[in-house]
């Protein structure tokens, strides 16, 4: 009885993980093999202004790229994940609003109060690569954070579903030579690479 309830929740786990097994596995693929799908010293995608407009907002005395990022993006509505830097030669903010999809990049000029905004152009290769990248909770916002959560539910998963085949491949004896034979090649292989890489 155990086993077979254990069949079942192997068996339908790995319907629910198969979206994050495909994008894990496509983008590895596509990271491992960059120069197939980008070119060789390929630059980022290109960024295409949106708009531009005079942005005449004032911001705290001695205010930090990052509280100034919050502030721009807030006031376009764009709130979520960024990352925030000040030219030192002439004091221009750049904003990069962190999108799975289509980031943006943020143009700040306090000399002049310009604001550009501007989009990358989408690119698979590079959407898989974020999507890859993505983790932690240090963002601050729900849907990153949600992502993050559904990140640990995988990496769990993933142990079960590993734990739980274990377990069905010894309850078939038939199996049991060939799937040791695969087992100890695959752990001589993975210490091969840990001792050589």
Request: charged residues 20%.
């Amino acid at each position: 009885m155990f086993s077979k309830i254990l069949r079942r929740i192997h068996l339908y786990l790995a319907l629910f993980l198969a979206p994050w097994v495909l994008m894990y596995t496509i983008s590895t693929f596509v990271m491992n093999h960059r120069a197939w799908f980008r070119g060789h010293n390929a630059p980022p995608p290109s960024f295409v202004k949106e708009r531009q407009l005079h942005y005449d907002g004032t911001f705290p005395a001695n205010a930090t790229p990052r509280q100034i990022g919050r502030q721009l993006l807030q006031s376009l509505n764009m709130e979520g994940d960024f990352l925030a830097t000040e030219r030192p030669k002439d004091s221009t903010i750049v904003v990069n609003r962190l999108d799975a999809i289509r980031p943006a990049r943020l143009t700040f000029e306090p000399g002049t109060g310009q604001l550009t905004v501007e989009r990358q152009v989408f690119e698979g290769a590079a959407f898989l690569e974020r999507m890859h990248r993505r983790r932690g909770y240090q963002h601050g916002f729900v849907a990153d954070n949600l992502w993050a959560v559904s990140v640990d539910i995988f990496i769990v998963a993933v142990l079960f579903w590993a734990a739980s085949g274990l377990w069905l491949w010894w309850e078939m004896k038939l199996t049991r030579g060939m799937g040791a034979a695969l087992l100890a090649t695959g752990c001589a292989l993975f210490a091969f690479f840990l001792a050589v890489l």
